[in-house]
């Protein structure tokens, strides 16, 4: 069975000051993960996965499959970015496996 | 370029009504899928669908149905409404199937959902 957890339901930090949102993941196979962001009022949408390997509004994660995570990191915090945030899991491709499985989300907070 | 449209925005039903959300979405994608969110749950799997006439369950189908006749509509149907089925449900779609795995997903806009 895959499961991912994001232990932090709220998560607020000053502008300017850096985030680290926290994503693990249980699966026995090889992963592909995803963070899916869900601003005020809008639709969820793809933030990044990991095997692209690219900044998405200075957002990284990089995937450590020793610590079994894929944390979402940003070095200064805008305003913009108060949001929903979903970490996601799904099996690599080939695997025969459609689901997409998701964390309970983070929301993060910034304050002015 | 409309994407995933779904339909209603918001909708009040009664314990043991029945109704169809609809979803619709215009990008010729084979995987679609459905979702429910709930306040400290996340988003949890309905049904999906990796193709037309092919459908299968999520993690949560109880009390839903669905069907897959064309590319573009993937409905949603409770067939008696209870209250534990209020929630924001989200249609989700993906350009392939084949391949397996999580593609990424393209949202819809999302129903509300109140059963009282």
């Known amino acids: 069975a895959q499961r991912v957890t994001q232990p932090e339901k709220l998560l607020s930090v000053f502008k300017g000051a850096p985030v680290e949102l926290k994503c693990n993941y249980s699966y026995s196979g090889s992963p592909e993960l995803f963070w899916y962001v869900q601003y005020s009022r809008q639709r969820l949408q793809l933030l990044l996965r990991h095997i692209s390997r690219e900044s998405i509004k200075g957002f990284t994660a990089d995937l450590n499959k020793g610590e079994t995570s894929f944390h979402l990191k940003k070095p200064f915090a805008q305003e913009e970015d108060s949001a929903m945030y979903y970490c996601a899991l799904s099996a690599s491709p080939g695997a025969g496996s459609y689901q997409l499985t998701f964390g309970k989300g983070t929301k993060l907070s910034v304050i002015p | 370029n409309a994407g995933v449209t779904q339909t209603p925005k918001f909708q009040v039903l009664k314990t043991g009504q029945s109704m169809t959300l609809q979803c619709a979405q215009d990008m010729n994608h084979e995987y679609m899928s459905w979702y429910r969110q709930d306040p400290g749950m996340g988003l949890r799997l309905i049904h999906y669908?990796?193709?037309?006439?092919?459908?299968d369950q999520g993690e949560v189908p109880n009390g839903y149905n669905v069907s897959r006749s064309t590319t573009e509509d993937f409905p949603l149907r409770l067939l008696s409404a209870a209250p534990s089925q209020t929630s924001v449900y989200f249609c989700?779609?993906?350009?392939?199937?084949?391949?397996?795995?999580?593609?990424?997903?393209?949202f819809g806009n999302g129903t509300r959902l109140t059963v009282t």
């Open positions: 989700a779609s993906s350009y392939s199937s084949k391949a397996g795995g999580g593609l990424p997903l393209h």
């Open positions: 669908s990796v193709g037309a006439g092919i459908t």
